[in-house]
Nanobody, 130 residues
């Protein structure tokens, strides 16, 4: 059974930093992608950062977070992190991590942050006070 568990959310002042973690278990594919999404009240879900492993190792960022957020993983690729710096009030949202198989040549790589991921965590709240 695939499980993704997010942690690290909380309340932070504008300009501050947080690091989110996504602990992954039961995911047995060699080629896959993990992404962080967020959803604020009344807004659509937005993909903010992604990372792919296996045939194509790369990172992906939404323009809204480029230069402020960094996605990474531990060496065992069991935990994926989202380091968030220079946080703004508009970064306030529930943050989710998601996972999906990403075979070479698949449509996943056309838009990793817009892909329909199969596996999701329960989310962690990030609140940035201005």
């Amino acid at each position: 059974e695939v499980q993704l568990v997010e942690s690290g959310g909380g309340l932070v002042q504008a300009g501050g930093s947080l690091r989110l973690s996504c602990a992954i278990s039961g995911f047995m594919f060699n080629d896959y992608g993990i992404a962080w999404f967020r959803q604020a009240p009344g807004k659509e879900r937005e993909g903010v950062a992604g990372i792919s492993f296996g045939a194509r190792s790369a990172t992906y960022y939404a323009d809204s977070v480029k230069g402020r957020f960094t996605i990474s993983s531990d060496n065992a690729k069991i935990t994926v992190y989202l380091q968030m710096n220079s946080l703004r009030a508009e970064d306030t949202a529930v943050y989710y991590c998601a996972a999906n198989r990403a075979l070479p040549g698949s449509s996943y790589y056309t838009n990793p942050l817009g892909y329909e991921y199969d596996y999701w965590g329960q989310g962690t709240q990030v609140t940035v006070s201005s």
